[in-house]
Structure formats: C-alpha cells, structure tokens
C-alpha cells in the first residue's frame, strides 16, 4: 500500500484538538484512513459494528467492485478462470500469485493427488454422529480433529508447515464431504482414486458403491469444477474473517479452517443454498409460480422475517458475476441430463424476473448473489440440498488457507483483538443473597 498525498483531520466540535491521520492507496478500491493511533491520540475508539466501513488489512488476493458486479483473483476476472481454467489451477492462483505453467500445474496436481486420503482413524470419528447428522456439523468437527493427526505440520509460522497444510486441507476435503455423505446414506466410505480428476474424484466418491462403481459424467464434472472455482475466495467475508481472527492467535491452520466451517454453515453466508433451494421448493409446494406474487408481498413485509434467499450481498450492489456463471451452469447441466423444463429453475428464473423488476429489490439494489442458482445445480447433479453447504465449504477452503498464509506471513500482523462501547452496569458492590 502507499501513502496519499493527502490526509484525514478529525476535528471535534468540543474543542479537542483536532487530529491527522495519514491515508492509505490500494491498487485499486476505496482508499483507506489509517485510524491506528487514534486511541493514543484521542481516547476513543471508532464504532463500526458489521465493519461496513472497515478494511481489516490489506490483500493481494481477490478484489470485488460492488458496483460493476466484478471479481478478480490475483487481477483474473471470475469469468476467464470460469472459462479457461479448472479448479486446481485456480488453486495454484489463489496459494502463489499466479496460474501455473503446464510443468507446475502436473506438480501441484500430484501434490494434492498424494494427500487425498485421510487418516484410517477419521471413520471413528464420524461413527460418534448420529446418522441424521447435518453434515456442516460433522465437517466442522472432522475439519478440526485433522490438527491431531499433522503435528509434524501444525505451526502456522513455519512456511513449509502452511504449505503442506494449504495442501492437505485442499487435498482432504472433498474425501471429508463424500465421507459425511456416505455415513448419512449408510453407505460406506469410498476411498479416492489418483487416476481422477479433483472434480471427477469427489463425484465418484460420493456416488460409487462397492456393487457399482461410478462412471464420471464429464459435463456433470466440469459444471462440479466450475462451483468450486466460483466459491473459491471472496475477500473478506464473513467466514474469512473469521479464520483470520482465528489463526491470529498462532493456532494450527486445521483448526482455524475449522472456524471458518462454522461460520460459513449460516444461513446469511454459505448457509444460504441451501435456505435458497428449500425456499424454492417451499413456492412450488404452494403452486410454484402463481404463488410469487404473494411470497415476494411476504418478502417485502418487514414483520415477516422472510428474506429472499440467495438474493442481496454486502459487497455486490449490482448482479454477483457468479450468479451469471452460476445461471450459464445451470442451463448447460439441465440440458445435458434433459432437464431444461425444470420446475424450480423456471421459478427462479421468474422470481429473479419479478425481483429485478420490483422497486423494493431495485431501491435497495438487491440481485441474485452465488447461493441464488448453485443449489438448482447440484441438486440437478444429484447432490443432497443438505450438503450444498459442505461443498461451499470444500471450495472455499483454499481461499481460506490463502488468506490465513497472508496474514501470517505479514510482519505487521498482531493477534485481532477489536474493542467495544460498553453500555452495561458501571461498577457495584455485590449485596449479601439475603438482600438481592
Ligand atoms: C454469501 O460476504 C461475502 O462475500 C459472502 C459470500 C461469499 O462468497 O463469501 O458472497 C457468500 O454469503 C452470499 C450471501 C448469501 N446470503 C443470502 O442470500 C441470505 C439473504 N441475503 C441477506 O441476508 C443479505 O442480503 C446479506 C446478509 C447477504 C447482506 O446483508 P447486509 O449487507 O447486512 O444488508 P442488509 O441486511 O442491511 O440489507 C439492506 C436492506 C435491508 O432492508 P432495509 O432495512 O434497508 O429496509 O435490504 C434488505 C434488508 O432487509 N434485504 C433483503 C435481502 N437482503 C437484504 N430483503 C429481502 N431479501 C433479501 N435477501
């Protein structure tokens, strides 16, 4: 980052002294008052509860413009990578900088080939789980029981420990997924084959049977690949930030991605696919379309409580270019397993019409975010709406790990410790029980 040629003067109408505060420049974006000292100098905090006007550091990773509806990763438009990319080279973006060359992309690919086997002991986690299990609750207990199986990996200060970690938890997470599957089918567990592709892999380990192995659909794979890289990384969101926070403390990278499991399960962040598909499917029960008119009155009904899933973004105040991505999928996979009549994707595609067209949605510019089609596709895939969070989960772990890696490899970082206004009870004497 660089200093502006110009700066911040705080001034109170109470007389204190007036204060200066140097101004920061990205590359692109926002540029940013460095409020650092602000407390020395004047005592006080700034109060931004839900950071809608906090940069929490700098990055070189992703950089979404809310306004144009763009995403970059490493400076790649979403669309490109989309396009011309698989997951794993993406990946490769995401951990180094930069898209590997043909040579590197055959090493890296054989890295995570190499780790996609769990430890043998994992399976007796999952048996202490109830079959009916959400599989984001099993997820975020086997996420973080992997830190006791990689001692030889686990501090985060060690750089050849967060790369093979980065690579591990990259490698593992689809067996994790397809795992938390089986034990809910009462399948069992179908152990990767290196000769797979990652997408393809994960596709056979969910669905193959002992009786019947699986045979990769490659249209089915590529749209798999696709939902991967289109959740891989988004700044600093909600789950993000969370595993930032959580590997400020020097704890091992499992467990802070573990962290970020639990937080992403939420229904406002990647929780909401699955919300998304469940509300769908609640409109069609009621009589599908002819019922939009009336749920969207609901929506727009402050008391209702009921939000319009998969719709709205803090960041995006235009259309999400992964929902564009998302739709395009959606009309390729429908087509190819002749599906394209339906019913839930004719509902979304007419409640996206009604939404983009109402003034409540306009005025608040509100538009279909990543979780509005993906679950209408992995659904189609065969994918258990239960699960869709799981694989959001398995995606956006290398984003996970790449901002946690830059975090730790910047000499300024310092453990995250916000502060507060405090408006609870100032200081009293504790009174004998008798007299409470
Ligand atoms: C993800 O941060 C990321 O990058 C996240 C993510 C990623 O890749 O990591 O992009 C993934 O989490 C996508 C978002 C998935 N969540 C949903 O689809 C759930 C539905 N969306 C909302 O809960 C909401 O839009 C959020 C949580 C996504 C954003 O909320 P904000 O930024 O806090 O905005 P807000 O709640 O203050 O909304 C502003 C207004 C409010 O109305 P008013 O108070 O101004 O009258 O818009 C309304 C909200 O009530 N609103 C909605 C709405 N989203 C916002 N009204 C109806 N339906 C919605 N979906």
Known sequence: MKLADYKATLSFSNGSPAVDMPIYQGNIGPDVIDIRKLYAQTGKFTYDPGFLSTAACQSTITYIDGDKGELLY????????????????????????????????????????????????????????????????????????????????????????????????IAKMPTLVAMAYKYSVGQPFIYPKNDLSYAGNFMRMMFATPCEDYKVNEVIERAMDRIFILHADHEQN??????????????????????????????????????????????????????????????????????????????????????????????????????????????A????????????????????????????VQRAIGIPVKLFTGIFALARTVGWIAQLNEMIGDPEYKIGRPRQLFTGSVKRDVMPIAKR
């Open 74 to 169: 490493r400076g790649y438009p979403i669309e490109q990578l989309a396009t011309n990319c698989d997951f794993l080279e993406t990946c490769h973006l995401l951990l180094y900088g930069d898209l590997p060359n043909a040579a590197q992309k055959v090493d890296f690919t054989s890295r995570v080939t190499n780790h996609t086997m769990v430890n043998e002991q994992m399976q007796f986690f999952l048996r202490g789980f109830r079959r009916d299990a959400h599989p984001m609750a099993i997820m975020t207990g086997l996420v973080g029981a992997l830190s006791a199986f990689y001692h030889d990996s686990t501090d985060v200060h060690n750089a050849e420990h967060r790369d093979i970690s980065a690579i591990r938890l």
């Open 349 to 376: 595609k007419e409640l996206e019409k009604i939404a983009l067209e109402d003034d409540y949605f306009v005025q608040r510019k509100l538009y279909p975010n990543v979780d509005f089609y993906s679950g209408i």
């Open 238 to 347: 909600a789950s993000t930030s969370t595993v930032r926070l959580c590997g400020s403390s020097g704890t091992n990278p499992f467990a802070a991605i573990a962290a970020g499991v639990a937080c992403l399960w939420g229904p406002a962040h990647g929780g909401a696919n699955e919300a998304c598909l469940e509300m769908l499917e609640d409109i069609q029960r009621m009589g599908g379309v002819s019922k939009v008119g009336e749920f969207m009155e609901k929506v727009k009904d402050k008391n209702s409580g009921v939000k319009l899933m998969g719709f709205g973004h803090r960041v995006y105040k235009n259309y999400d270019p992964r929902a564009k991505l998302m739709q395009e999928t959606c009309n390729e996979v429908l087509t190819a397993l002749g599906l394209e009549n339906d019913p839930l994707f004719k509902l």
